[in-house]
């Protein structure tokens, strides 16, 4: 069974930055795609930036030039930081990661927890 811990979600200023980190435990064979996602008030959920395995990455035009998606492939771990947070990045920001837990078994999609962050002076 595969697990992901959110973490470094919080109050901030505008104009200020935040880190999140999303750690996966478990049997892991391989880490295909990592991601993060955001659900505003009374707003769908979005996509904010991706990595995949060929190395590319994506974001949202909403937070391209001010959010960083990396990953340290020793700790299975994905980061997000976050600059020039600006109030409309309110949301609850979850991890997805597309995992591979067997050689028997196709890879799927794991969530994390989710972890507020709120932007607000």
């Known amino acids: 069974q595969v697990q992901l811990v959110e973490s470094g979600g919080g109050l901030v200023q505008p104009g200020g930055s935040l880190r999140l980190s999303c750690a996966a435990s478990g049997t892991i064979v391989r880490i295909n795609a990592m991601g993060w996602y955001r659900q505003g008030p009374e707003k769908q959920r979005e996509l904010v930036a991706t990595?995949?395995?060929?190395?590319?990455?994506n974001y949202a035009d909403s937070v391209q030039g001010r959010f960083i998606i990396s990953r340290d492939n020793a700790k299975n771990t994905v980061y997000l930081q976050m600059n020039s947070l600006k109030p409309e990045d309110t949301a609850v920001y979850y991890c997805?990661?597309?995992?591979?837990?067997?050689?028997?078994?196709?890879?799927?999609?794991?969530w994390g927890q989710g972890t507020q962050v709120t932007v607000s002076s």
């Open positions: 997805n990661l597309n995992i591979k837990t067997s050689s028997y078994y196709l890879a799927r999609d794991y």
């Open positions: 990595w995949t395995n060929g190395g590319s990455t």
